[in-house]
């Protein structure tokens, strides 16, 4: 008798672990989504200028409320993996020149130069000089696009290849890219300076590019010539605070730090 009734809870006690395990399953998967964070339009932190007042009036995209794809959308780490990894579905490929620098110290900078697909809005003739995030170049995804769009619309595009991030470039001379140095950068821009002497400039840098970029606009009043102005995307300010930042667990930062330590190692691997 009582192995019969033992034999009759079984079910039940098993039913029970199913639905803990698919509770368990969905709770990971909202947290890991993070659907149940709200949407709201970007926080805004500017000093009220007749400038700030014509980017807000030019651009209403900033002051309107995000709204993410559906499911996925919502998740930095899954939008990451997603656009660095896959790209999008049919993903741009601008096709442009390589051009050749030769450092003073030996050293071969390299960049690639992209001519525009239309007349600009204003008639004008304007290039933008892009630096790339850390140990990216012309070929990476995001910059493609980027290139792309800001071609249709009638830019000249110059972007840098970071020394020794392009697998096929080798290294002319003991060094590679840093986060401070802001030679190759100068080089590339005094290039089209001296190339198209009619054309207007816009800095553009992507996080570790957006240091480059500011920093080499303020060593010299003279590298401000012909910029009409400077977007620097996702910097980063501090590298100590940043470095502790990234020693947390919180988020997965401590692993996006494993995954950028790595593929540093790789590049400098690559040129021993």
Avoid at 214 to 223: D, F, I, P, T, V
Wanted: glycine share 6%; net charge positive.
């Amino acid at each position: 008798m009582s192995t019969m009734l033992e034999t009759s809870e079984l079910p039940a006690v098993f039913d029970g672990v199913k639905l803990a395990a698919v509770a368990a399953v969905l709770y990971v998967i909202v947290r890991c989504l993070n659907l149940k964070s709200p949407t709201a339009p970007p926080e805004l932190i500017y000093q009220d200028s007749a400038l700030a007042r014509f980017l807000l009036k030019s651009c209403p995209l900033l002051t309107k409320e995000y709204i993410p794809p559906l499911i996925w959308g919502k998740s930095g780490h899954i939008q990451t993996a997603l656009y660095g990894k896959m790209g999008r579905v049919r993903s741009p490929h601008p096709y442009g020149l390589r051009k050749y620098l030769t450092m003073p110290d030996g050293a071969t900078a390299t960049f690639d130069l992209f001519e525009p697909c239309s007349e600009h809005c204003t008639g004008e003739d304007v290039t933008m000089v892009i630096c790339p995030g850390i140990a990216n170049h012309s070929e990476k995804q995001y910059i493609r696009t980027f290139v792309d769009y800001a071609q249709k619309n009638g830019y000249r595009c110059a972007v840098l290849n970071h020394l020794g991030a392009l697998p096929n470039i080798e290294l002319t001379s003991p060094r590679m890219f840093t986060y401070g140095c802001t030679w190759e950068f100068g080089a590339m821009v005094n290039y089209i300076k001296k190339t198209y002497p009619q054309t207007q400039l816009v800095v553009v840098g992507f996080s570790l590019g957006g240091n480059i970029v500011c920093k080499y606009l303020g060593e010299s009043q003279a590298n401000q010539e012909r910029v009409l102005c400077c977007v620097s995307l996702c910097q980063g300010y501090s590298a100590l605070r940043a470095q502790e930042t990234f020693m947390q667990w919180d988020h997965c930062r401590r692993f996006y730090n494993f995954l950028m330590a790595d593929n540093m190692k790789k590049i400098i691997l690559s040129h021993r």
